[in-house]
């Protein structure tokens, strides 16, 4: 049996085998060049991650179709992330040319007049490039403004809106990117470099010379210009007592090799200066004046040129030897840097960390325990039909094998981040998905009727597409912001409330399987009821003591945040409804006001309440949880919880109606677990 | 009695109660979109009996009738207190729910005690600067102050809102005048009266400001971090009761003196100030956020408390996640800014949080917690123990 559980995982590993690296790039060793530390968003990550998260935001996907026109088995040219990012930053006039942005609505594509699907001409009518949109830059520019100015609020915008912002941000991010090593405005970044230096250094021996203070600030407002790009920060402390902060973009290095250590403060009072500028009245507020004096402190203050570092020197010969083709100085350029990253003390924990995380990058866990729970789940179904032993046992297997890999992939996450598992909704649907798993397989060793094997693999397969899909928003290992810096409440708060939700889905879950195997199938005879019936009221009271506890501690970090143990935020309320309505159903069952098919349709609601909660809250866009606000997936929701109330529907249907009651002669007028005498609660299936 | 107390004691009654609990929290939370926590949290929480209507074109006539949260409160409270006197039977078996009854009626009682004595306010000051007060963001006063015999003090009369609000006149043994109420907006726009444009409408007031300016009504602000901006006209009459003129006096507008028989009088609306026996400094601000991003990574206050009562003086750091809990109050790091005029000058905004009943839901947990476990492993235990079906 575990042998075909083996085979049958053997067969998924060689389905998402990725294919090795071919075409023109095939020389250069990119996937050492992917593994280059950089900081993002104010996150130390890889090269790889950086390039793959900035493609999920601007074509949906990981990887680059270079010919997104032809079918798969015509085998369409396909770059990497990092091949792709290393052109858009070396070969920018190639990356250029590429079909590397993915729009949806067709009116957005007329409207920019771009060409229709097309076969023949190498066209898909869905991806384009940059030198094909260009032309119509200013049109999504003005329609962007336009949606942000009339329709501040996401929930007014429609679908065009979404897409014109969508393509306006995958648009900026794609040029944040192209300017992170050779900045396009200029041809030799070394010439400039050099003439930068030779300026600062004549300011330096006179201070006092207007011409050469203003030739000094031309300077510094052409650079700040590259640097206020917020391109990644590829250039790395390099004296010894710089700490892992000391990461700067190209453009602060170079104003800091010219002036000295002053660059950061005056990029700051530049942008403080800039800010303020476009106030009305704020030409002669006190305001102004101090941030010209500062910036003038600063200047007077710098100190002569330096040499240029060596990362910079190291990034500008692998840009001019890829641009060449040169693969033999790009390797050796690339191996002699990393050489000298290692030797930094600053930047070693980024180098081992980004290596690990490339590491995760390719594994794709969540993605690859996908198919797994799939087949799972269908060999579950399978076994009601026959009681074949074999399919009951080789899903079982498969979804421990499947849960092991989920859980491997949640903790190299934790690992990653130094962070407990839920930080963010991408990183709750995969603990939902992975208790849902968790407490499957634990019916399933209880009862051995595949029911908690279908229940566990549907709820893990589903927890991990939501996932999916979040991860499309970007990076999913963001840093977290103040007031969720903190591990002990992340830790207690955040995991309890999820491990509550991820319980009342089991439960809902159950229910469900017990309506439609009821009313569409006669499989559900009277011993398969009572079972599903004790599990399912198990697992409520499971859930009532998690989501009790998960919510009152939300309470006390909010009583250590900011004062107040219940605020009536909406994702506060949410979790409360939650709790009200374990309860409820609990006190219902307890006085007697529902029994089996009553039962299971209340716990059907869990699931519209618990959805409520974890999305539906988020939805309304107010609140100090509106962390994940997304509009994208309100057609989702609505969708599900339809179907939830035309389950409930069917479970209220009286018993002649169901398929599998309707011959019972004494069927619904049992409880579903007989108090035993002395009014004692009925047992809970699992604790 | 039992009979009499039956119908209070119901299962029925408790899963009804939870139902509309359930209403009432759902309801709540869409009104916030519209009307802004603060208005949504008095209506449908702090109050007996609220209702709710959609607020799009063509379905307001839908209206829904609600318990408030007082009425559920009180009622959850009734029915379990009931069923514990007369239904309930104690039993090792039951401890577990015994345990976590009590829990809930502790954080019941401890969110309506939260409810009544709880006080939040504000302190706001730039580096360097002292304050022996907090301010109330949703609440108004006119002060009216004057001279004291020590000349670094003045003496204050503080008029609350809600007798503004009240108008008619007002009359204070320590004031040698009387205010009549002319008007009073709760939000309002004050501005400078235009030659061409409003030749039409009255200046606000005679004297003062307001002489020279407009006031308008506005509608009350519903977003959460905003307030309201009340305006009030106020004639003053000397103890002859002849008028002195009147007056506009905004919460936008700088402070206004008013001469009584010879004495000067210095009138402003402002927010409600609470006073307290200890000073606090701000010494040093840290904002810090991810390199190369504007995400927030640490807010941090360094303050000096300095309490001539006890002749304490000490310095400590406030910052996010980490309160200080001083004198009663708590302080929470808010909101951080610099100062309008010197940029190298940081602002800090503390939260300031009085409740008496802090350790309540800390208690409640505990209890509910315990009672949950309890009551779970003993049915974990039966469960084991058991063959299964």
Not at chain 1, 334 to 360: H, I, M, W
């Amino acid at each position: 049996m575990k042998r075909l559980a083996v085979l049958l995982l053997a067969l998924f590993a060689l389905g998402t085998a990725a294919g090795a690296a071919d075409g023109p790039n095939a020389n250069f060793h990119l996937e050492e060049f992917a593994r280059l530390p950089v900081v993002f968003n104010g996150r130390h990550q890889p090269i790889d991650s950086l390039a793959a998260n900035a493609l999920v935001q601007i074509r949906e996907r990981r990887r680059a179709n270079l010919e997104p026109w032809k079918s798969w088995w015509e085998k369409p040219r396909m770059a990497s992330a990092t091949e792709w990012f290393a052109t858009l930053t070396m070969r920018p006039e190639e990356a250029d040319t590429w079909p590397t942005f993915r729009i949806n609505h067709p009116d957005l594509i007329s409207l920019l007049k771009l060409p229709q699907k097309d076969e023949e001409h190498g066209q898909d009518g869905k991806h384009y490039s940059w030198n094909q949109i260009e032309p119509g830059f200013k049109e999504v520019e003005d329609q962007a403004r336009r949606v942000l100015e009339k329709k501040p609020d996401a929930a007014q915008r429609d679908s065009f809106d979404q897409s014109v912002l969508k393509l306006r941000n995958a648009l900026t991010l794609y040029l944040r990117l192209k300017n992170t090593v050779i900045p396009t405005n200029t041809t030799n970044l070394l010439a400039d470099v050099e003439k930068f230096r030779a300026v600062a250094a004549s300011f330096a021996t006179n201070r006092n010379d207007q011409g050469q203070r203003q030739a000094i600030v031309g300077q510094i407002f052409n650079w700040d210009m590259l640097e206020s790009f917020d391109t990644p920060l590829i250039i790395p402390p390099a004296e010894a007592n710089l700490t892992r902060e000391g990461w700067t973009r190209v453009a602060a290095s170079v104003v800091a090799l010219s002036l000295g250590d002053n660059a950061t403060a005056l990029f700051r009072t530049l942008g403080d200066i800039r800010k303020f500028q476009g106030q009305p009245g704020a030409e002669g507020a006190p305001l102004m004046s101090s941030l010209r004096q500062r910036f003038n402190e600063l200047l007077d203050t710098a100190m002569p040129p330096k040499p240029v570092p060596a990362s910079l020197q190291a990034y500008v010969t692998m840009a001019e030897a890829f641009r060449r083709g040169d693969s033999v100085t790009f390797n050796s350029t690339l191996a002699g840097y990393r050489q000298q990253l290692a030797s930094n003390p600053a930047v070693a924990g980024d180098l081992t960390k980004t290596a690990r995380e490339v590491f995760f990058n390719h594994l794709v866990p969540f993605y690859n325990t996908m198919p797994i729970y799939v087949t799972a789940f269908l060999l579950g179904c399978f076994y009601w039909f026959n009681f074949n032993q074999t399919a009951r046992k080789l899903s079982f297997w498969l979804i421990a094998a499947g849960f092991v890999l989920h859980t491997v992939g949640l903790i190299f996450r934790m690992w990653l981040e130094g962070r407990p598992p839920v930080t963010n909704l991408y990183s709750s649907a995969i603990f939902i998905g992975w208790g849902s798993v968790g407490l499957g397989l634990l019916l399933e060793k209880f009862w051995r009727n595949a029911i908690g094997l279908v229940v566990g693999s549907s709820l893990g397969f589903v927890t991990l597409v939501i996932a999916h899909n979040l991860a499309l928003d970007g990076d999913t290992l963001v840093m977290l912001q103040a007031v969720l810096d903190t591990n002990i409440w992340l830790a207690t708060h955040v995991v309890i409330v999820t491990l509550g939700y991820a319980s009342t889905y089991v439960a809902g879950f159950l229910a469900m399987l017990y309506v439609v195997r009821g009313v569409f199938t006669r499989g559900l005879d009277e011993a398969t009821g009572r079972s599903l019936a004790r599990m399912t009221y198990g697992i409520v009271c499971f859930a009532t003591l998690f989501s009790f506890i998960g919510t009152v501690l939300g309470g006390i970090w909010a009583d250590q945040s900011w004062g107040r143990f219940w605020g009536w935020d909406p994702k506060e309320n949410g979790a409360l409804i939650i709790v009200l309505w374990n309860a409820l159903i609990l006190h219902a069952r307890w006085g007697g006001m529902v029994r089996e098919r009553g039962l299971m349709n209340l716990t059907i609601a869990g699931n519209i309440v618990t959805s409520w909660s974890w999305f539906g809250t988020n939805m309304l866009g107010i609140g100090l949880h509106s962390y994940g606000f997304m509009s994208g997936a309100f057609l989702w929701l609505g969708g599900f919880i339809l179907s939830q109330l035309v389950l409930i529907a069917l479970g209220s249907l009286p018993p002649r109606y169901w398929r599998s009651l309707r011959d019972r002669p004494s069927a619904p007028a049992k409880p579903a677990d007989p108090k035993p005498k002395g009014g004692g609660k009925p047992r809970p299936a699992v604790a | 009695m039992k009979r009499l107390l039956a119908p209070l004691t119901s299962l029925k009654l408790t899963v009804t109660l939870l139902a509309l609990g359930i209403a009432v929290v759902f309801f709540g939370t869409l009104a916030q979109t519209e009307d802004g926590l603060y208005v949504a949290q008095a209506r449908y929480f702090r109050s007996w009996f609220s209702t709710w209507s959609p607020h799009a074109e063509g379905w307001k006539w839908i209206i829904v009738p609600l318990p408030g949260g007082y009425l559920l409160g009180t009622a959850l409270l009734v029915n379990l207190l009931a069923a514990h006197a007369v239904r309930f039977k104690f039993g090792w078996k039951k401890s577990g729910i015994l345990l976590t009854h009590i829990g809930v009626i502790l954080l019941l009682v401890g969110q309506l005690a939260t409810d009544m004595f709880a006080r939040e306010s504000r302190m706001s000051f730039a580096e360097g600067e002292w304050r022996n007060f907090t301010e109330d963001f949703h609440k108004t006063e006119l002060a009216i102050l004057s001279d004291a015999a020590d000349p670094s003090m003045d003496d204050v009369v503080a008029i609350p809102e809600s007798v503004l609000a009240a108008g008619g006149e007002i009359r204070d043994g320590k004031l040698p005048f009387t205010i009549r109420i002319k008007s009073y907006a709760e939000n309002s726009r004050i501005r400078a009266r235009g030659p061409m444009v409003d030749t039409n409408t009255p200046p606000a007031s005679t004297a003062g400001v307001g002489a020279r300016a407009v006031m308008e009504p506005a509608a009350p602000t519903r977003a959460m971090d905003s307030r309201n901006l009340p305006a009030v006209v106020a004639e003053v009459l000397d103890p002859a009761g002849t008028s002195l003129g009147t007056w506009l006096f905004g919460f936008v507008l700088n402070p206004q003196t008013v001469t009584v028989g010879g004495k000067e009088f210095r009138f402003t609306l402002r927010s409600t100030r609470y006073y307290e026996h200890f000073s606090v400094k701000l010494i040093k601000t840290t904002h810090e956020v991810y390199r190369g991003t504007d995400t927030p990574k640490n807010f941090q206050s360094r303050v000096q408390i300095e309490n001539p009562g006890s002749g304490e003086k000490r310095e400590v750091d406030i910052y996010m996640n980490n309160p200080l809990r001083y004198g009663g109050l708590t302080f929470f790091q808010h909101q951080m800014g610099r100062d309008d005029i010197d940029a190298n000058r940081g602002t800090s905004v503390l939260q300031v949080v009085q409740n008496p009943s802090w350790l309540a839901p800390y208690l409640g947990t505990i209890v509910v917690g315990l009672g949950l476990l309890v009551q779970f492993l003993i049915h974990l235990v039966g469960f084991l123990r058991k063959p299964r079906a």
